[in-house]
């Protein structure tokens, strides 16, 4: 039986991660249904059927699971992701026999960012134009990591496909370390360059492509540029995963039966609720709605009743002025004793 | 040449407050050089055949300024009080974001960005979308700061920044104004720790897709 606390922590958290077998810009190639975890969390699925447009692109067959749930004895939020397709062809010039990842997320309650990692790396028979490419996986990825332990790596800081991390881009990374590509002909033909294969008159294949920030990670086994015959960009094998901790402040009211910590002690919350008890008795429009959230509004006496009956949102307001407080060096009190002021004023 | 089609609602108090920010964003693109924009109300829109379909056609940036869900953009209210109850009316939502046309988005609604910024990605991968995990709000007697913030970063995106870029400024922005209410220089103004945690909560809801 979960104590109060855990099912209050399990209440604040929207999980979030997708699946798609096929993402493009392509027009024929738009229009499937993603996997979408439910922002509950708990189990979903999906299988695709046989996907096929001749000549372009045509995938025997694929599913995506996902789960989203509260581990009580780690106090963390743990999300899995998972796809694998089977008996792909891209153009009669990429084939494979079964790609599959799976990218899991957890979110420890006391920690500000998750960690990540991606697991059951599978690019089974990989061929290019009939040859066999041989791949080899960083095992970083394996390892569950939170986005400043990976850029920290010393192995990372010259890693071009981070550059991006300086900027507000996501930045970009692989879990494929390593193409072997052992016929001489098929040598000839193509270049590789770290995870990135170019095909002449087919385009830019990269494998195990990972987009990173602080709380998103987006995996894609396979990203195709075509830049031949067919132009535009093909992702086989998508993940996304997002950290999305917040209060539901639209949600139940259970909460209010819960051991809900506003993080004041006794005397300031008392101090609070006085202060604000006087805010609205000198608000010149107390009954006139002044907080606006597209869907809902709260008049000066409707706020007060949130806090004074700790509803969710009036916990978290008390919570944000506890830390507030904090870092402005003063009491919480004093922000409600500037609104009292402030009412003067008008 | 930037064409860009505004859309907004305007049927309750929180509604009046955007459709006013969306006539000003509208009058002041109208005076930006080698700009044109289009304001409409998304009622008529919503069951108007192609009109929508037209519209976006003819533009760069879609942005809509009124009540979203997770799934859709809200034209028509629900009537819950009804004996039969009537349902709300989309002016888009998951089945239709394809009349999006892969067109920029910016969505100044609540709720959007995760459902139906999603559907949209999916449709359109190289579109950008910016939008709300969560409730976007604002808070009236400060409601110029607000409405600023949301403005000056829908111009940002018509003049080329990219949506990473938007949602990564307005983290910043929100949470700057969030300082602003709570020690900084409006700090004295009336319900200003109120509006300091509206503030936040915008600051750590806001997105993009990609």
Redesign the interface.
């Known amino acids: 039986m979960p104590s109060p606390a855990d099912r209050f922590h399990e209440s604040q958290f929207?999980y979030?991660a997708?699946a798609?077998a096929v993402?493009?810009?392509i027009p024929s190639l738009?229009?499937?249904d993603?996997l979408?975890l439910p922002p509950d969390g708990g189990f979903k699925h999906i299988i695709w059927n046989q996907f096929r447009i001749p000549g372009l692109l045509e995938l025997g067959s694929a599913y995506a699971e996902g789960q989203g749930l509260y581990d009580e004895s780690a106090k963390t939020w743990r999300t899995e992701v998972r796809i694998a397709i089977e008996q792909g062809n891209v153009l009669d010039v990429l084939t494979f026999g079964r790609i599959s990842a799976r990218l899991v997320s957890s979110y420890p309650v006391d920690s500000n960012q998750p960690y990540f990692s991606v697991l059951g790396t599978v690019f089974d028979d990989l061929r290019i134009a009939g040859s066999e490419v041989q791949i080899e996986f960083d095992k970083v990825y394996g390892e569950p990591t939170r986005y400043d332990q990976l850029l920290n790596l010393e192995r990372f800081q010259g890693d071009r496909f981070l550059k991006q991390a300086d900027s507000?881009?996501?930045a970009l990374a692989s879990f494929v370390s390593k193409v072997n590509i052992e016929s001489e002909s098929l040598k000839n033909i193509v270049r590789v360059d770290g995870n990135v294969i170019y095909v002449p008159d087919f385009g830019k294949i990269r494998l195990g492509e990972i987009?990173i920030d602080p709380e998103w990670w987006?995996l894609t086994l396979i990203h195709l540029e075509l830049e031949g015959a067919f132009t535009g960009?093909i992702?086989l094998g998508n993940l996304n995963s997002r950290y999305?901790r917040?209060m539901r402040?639209?949600g139940p009211a259970e909460g209010r039966d819960m051991e809900l910590s506003t993080n004041l002690d006794e005397e300031e919350e008392a101090e609070v609720r006085n202060d604000l008890n006087q805010w609205v008795n000198t608000h010149p429009r107390p009954d006139e709605?002044?907080?606006?959230?597209?869907?809902?509004?709260l008049t000066?006496v409707e706020?007060f009743r949130e806090v004074e009956e700790k509803t969710s949102f009036g916990v978290?307001?008390l919570r944000?002025?506890a830390e507030?407080s904090k870092?402005?060096d003063?009491r919480p009190r004093d922000?409600?004793r500037?609104?009292v002021?402030?009412?003067g004023?008008? | 040449m930037k064409s860009i089609l505004i859309l907004s609602t305007c049927y309750d108090?929180?509604?009046s407050?955007?459709a006013s920010w969306a006539q000003e964003l509208h009058d002041d693109l109208v005076r930006q050089k080698d700009t044109s924009c289009f304001l409409y109300d998304a009622q008529y829109l919503c069951r108007s055949g192609t009109a929508l379909a037209d519209m976006v056609e003819r533009v760069d940036y879609v942005v809509f300024y009124?009540?979203?869900t997770n799934d859709s953009w809200i034209a028509l209210p629900d009537l819950p009080g009804a004996s039969a109850k009537v349902a709300a009316i989309p002016l888009v939502d998951s089945g239709s974001v394809s009349v999006l046309n892969g067109r920029k988005v910016y969505a100044g609604?609540?709720w959007s960005l995760?459902g139906l910024g999603?559907d949209y990605h999916?449709?359109?991968?190289?579109g950008e979308f910016v939008g709300y995990?969560?409730?976007?709000?604002?808070?009236?007697?400060n409601e110029k700061y607000f409405k600023e913030i949301v403005h000056q970063s829908v111009i940002s995106f018509i003049n080329g920044d990219?949506a990473?870029?938007i949602a990564?400024n307005l983290k910043a922005e929100w949470d700057a104004l969030r300082a602003r209410f709570?020690?900084g220089n409006l700090?004295?103004?009336?319900?200003?720790?109120?509006a300091?945690?509206?503030a936040?909560?915008n600051s750590?809801?806001i997105g993009s897709k990609?």
Do not use: W
């Open positions: 929207r979030s997708s798609h993402l493009s810009n738009t229009g499937q993603p979408e507000d881009r996501p987009a987006m960009e992702r999305d917040e402040e639209e709605p002044f907080l606006f959230f597209m869907g809902r509004s000066p706020f978290s307001f944000f002025l507030q870092e402005a003063e922000a409600i500037r609104a002021d402030a009412n004023t008008e | 108090v929180n509604s407050y955007t009124g009540h979203g609604c609540c995760n999603n999916v449709k359109f991968p190289a995990s969560d409730v976007f709000g604002f808070e009236s007697y990219t990473a870029t990564t709570y020690s700090r004295t103004r009336q319900n200003a720790a109120m300091a945690k509206v936040k909560l750590q809801r990609p």
